[in-house]
């Protein structure tokens, strides 16, 4: 029932936008529906990667692309000649959504691997040494901003107005990317843990704080946000674990949480309004779509040249004068001066390899989300190591889709790395823990 209210109410929503052709409207309609319909399927798993594939096209390639076409809106920072001059642009893309739907969803069940993973009982994490981790991130989280701590709780001060001057720990741009995307995250990486192997309570609460106070998630970019406190909200409320809640709450999130923190990214202390619509969706955060089709109507294709990029984003730049920018102040640079802009994972196939990229970058993406969706649900342990990794992918796959790939696997893979090495700095010895226990 939930399923056909849902399929039924988007299709309802799109097909009453206003202004658009009706080649488009049929186009979009469909690719609603199909959309929506996948975020409801396989009950088996409740929330997965499969499911925030479909939720970033529904809203990012279908609705918002739709609302952007019947305003007339250009939310990107080209031309709006370059991004689209006529309705058979915005035809064109939703047919070509649907193929990227097609080919997904059906393409996603023939990658399903179906592993028997079995994980040590007797692995323990030392909490006095997450703690001890915690502090220290801590410290120099109130070291950085030490000339402006409001900066830790409110984003939108962080303009350099009002007389806040930011402070730093160091080494230029790269000591600010190595705290911001590395020390500060570490306070995530051991409450994770700490949740996932059952810490004392009290440990638990300490650890959260800490993060709280290292991450507090209205100075954070909505992708760092989510990243950081949608697999806290998974280990703290199990309803949300349910069948469908997962959905209506990321649902919800896109409606309301996400403006919500995009309202602190400017927010000066001025009174806090909230409404719900799809005002926000026509607003440059949702430039995906544009600037997708930006790149299939120039036909930019750099045969491989980003991706390298892309694969070395680790190699200093000092180093490598020529090394490729993020694809989206590639593709922007020629025609604005503000380059900071999104480039979805699909945009990123075509500027690589053309359309074989596109369709070779969505069965990657198929392999990716089936491979790692049935490592996690198929395996009948309930205490998963690969559960907190899990819970990152899920957070942070939105931010990759959306892109640009360069940046997003930076920040995703510095998130890993830190419940990587939490992970074997805590690790209690599997044999010394086993000898303790059985003697």
């Not at 990667?49 to 920072?77: C, D, Y």
């Not at 064109?92 to 079995?118: A, C, D, E, K, M």
């Not at 805590?426 to 303790?436: F, Q």
Request: hydrophobic share 50%.
């Amino acid at each position: 029932m939930i399923i056909a209210i849902s399929v039924v109410t988007v299709i309802l929503v799109v097909s009453t936008i206003p202004d658009i052709s009706n080649l488009y409207r049929l186009l979009a309609v469909l690719n609603a529906g199909i959309a929506t319909l996948f975020l409801f399927t396989y009950r088996d798993r409740p929330y997965s990667l499969h499911k925030m594939v479909n939720l970033f096209i529904l809203f990012f390639f279908v609705i918002a692309n739709a609302i952007q076409f019947s305003t007339r809106t250009n939310v990107t920072t080209f031309p709006l000649s370059v991004c689209a001059s006529d309705s058979t642009d915005y035809e064109r893309f939703q047919f070509l959504v649907l193929l990227l739907l097609i080919f997904f969803n059906f393409g996603y069940p023939l990658f399903r691997w179906s592993p028997q993973l079995s994980e040590d009982k007797f692995v323990s994490l030392k909490h006095k040494r997450m703690i001890m981790l915690s502090f220290f991130s801590l410290f120099c989280t109130l070291m950085y901003y030490r000339n402006a701590m409001i900066l830790m709780f409110v984003r939108g001060l962080a303009d350099g107005g009002d007389g806040i001057e930011t402070a730093n720990l160091g080494g230029g741009n790269v000591g600010s990317l190595i705290f911001d995307k590395i020390v500060r995250a570490i306070p995530f990486a051991c409450y994770l843990w700490a949740v996932h192997y059952k810490q004392p309570k009290r440990i638990q609460l300490l650890l959260l704080l800490i993060m709280l106070l290292t991450l507090f998630p209205t100075a954070l970019a909505r992708n760092a946000a989510a990243m950081y406190w949608l697999p806290v909200l998974f280990y703290i409320f199990s309803f949300m674990r349910r069948e469908n809640v997962f959905v209506l709450i990321m649902l919800f999130g896109v409606l309301i949480l996400f403006p919500l923190l995009d309202y602190f990214r400017y927010w000066n202390g001025d009174f806090l309004s909230i409404s719900l619509s799809f005002d926000f969706l026509n607003e440059m955060h949702f430039d995906a779509s544009q600037n997708f089709m930006v790149v299939l109507k120039q036909g930019i294709v750099t045969w491989g040249n980003q991706l390298i990029g892309v694969f070395l984003f680790w190699f200093p730049r000092s180093l490598w004068s020529s090394k490729p920018i993020g694809s989206g102040a590639f593709v922007a640079e020629q025609h604005s001066d503000f380059t900071n802009i999104s480039m979805p994972f699909w945009a990123e196939g075509y500027l690589n390899f053309g359309y074989v990229g596109i369709a070779v970058f969505t069965f990657l993406l198929a392999w990716f989300c089936s491979y790692f969706d049935s490592k996690y649900w198929d395996n009948q342990s309930k205490n998963k190591i690969i559960t907190p990794y899990y819970l990152l992918f899920i957070s942070s796959l939105l931010y990759i889709l959306r892109g640009d790939l360069m940046s997003s696997i930076a920040y995703t893979l510095a998130t890993l790395f830190d419940i990587y090495v939490v992970y074997k700095i805590c690790l209690i010895s599997p044999k010394a823990k086993k000898s303790v226990l059985t003697a």
